[in-house]
């Protein structure tokens, strides 16, 4: 067992598995995804620990409990269309590629999709779509998507993400202050945008989802 192998067996067991993640699916991928190849080299050592990590341009890659207990909440079971917004450093977009059928991801600082590019095909992702852009407004010509997910803080749920959504679909995203937030689950329950069911999961702390139906940098 290398010694990275060995790392993500212990981020499994003390991280997840103790703290309640339960979805098989979730913690096999986590468990084989090589996190350390998303970040700098001289963070790869503190690749697995249980906290979040610089990756430039302010921006970070989430500890993998906020990983984890996000994509559980998806609910996935392999056939979905997802969209992310905000790729970063491309960690959350290659579990979700592991995970769905198809993953279009937004990011708005280019320099992070472009990276996030490199990364993911060095490891032959090729059911990902990246482009760079205001995530906020979603993607609507490939609209509607079995799940959303937002990596980034929002002062509320953008109308235009509700909107993307499939009848039956989740959308995860943080919502509150730019100091904290609540992670909230969204299912849209009919055609009717607003008809939906709101759950919260925890409080977190994101950094912030800038764009027009969002914070204004």
């Known amino acids: 067992m290398g010694r990275y192998s060995k790392k993500r067996t212990q981020m499994i067991n003390n991280h997840l598995i103790a703290r309640g993640i339960t979805d098989k699916r979730v913690l096999k991928t986590m468990g084989t995804v090589p996190r350390h190849l998303f970040v ?41 269309k997802v969209m992310e917004i905000g790729t970063g450093c491309g960690y959350q977009t290659a579990i979700l590629a592991e995970l769905a059928e198809t993953v279009f ?5 280019a320099s992070l999709a472009f990276r996030a590019q490199r990364a993911l095909d060095s490891l032959h992702y090729y059911n990902i779509l990246i482009r760079v852009g205001d995530g906020t407004y979603g993607w609507s010509e490939e609209s509607p998507f079995d799940a959303i997910i937002t990596t980034a803080g929002a002062p509320t ?22 100091s ?13 945008p ?10 977190c702390r994101f950094v912030d989802l800038i764009g027009e139906h969002g914070w204004k940098d």
């Open 105 to 109: 991801s937004i990011e708005r600082i």
């Open 40 to 80: 700098d080299e001289g963070l790869q050592d503190q690749a697995y620990s249980d906290n979040p990590l610089p990756i430039g341009s302010r921006q970070t890659i989430s500890q993998p409990y906020i990983v984890a207990l996000m994509t559980e909440a998806l609910q996935l079971k392999g056939t979905e």
């Open 194 to 203: 607003n008809d939906i069911k709101i759950e919260d999961l925890c409080g």
């Open 180 to 192: 904290s937030q609540t992670l909230l689950r969204v299912t849209r329950l009919s055609e009717e």
């Open 157 to 178: 749920i953008p109308e235009t993400l509700k909107k993307q959504l499939a009848v039956g679909g989740k959308l995860v995203i943080p919502v509150g202050n730019r």
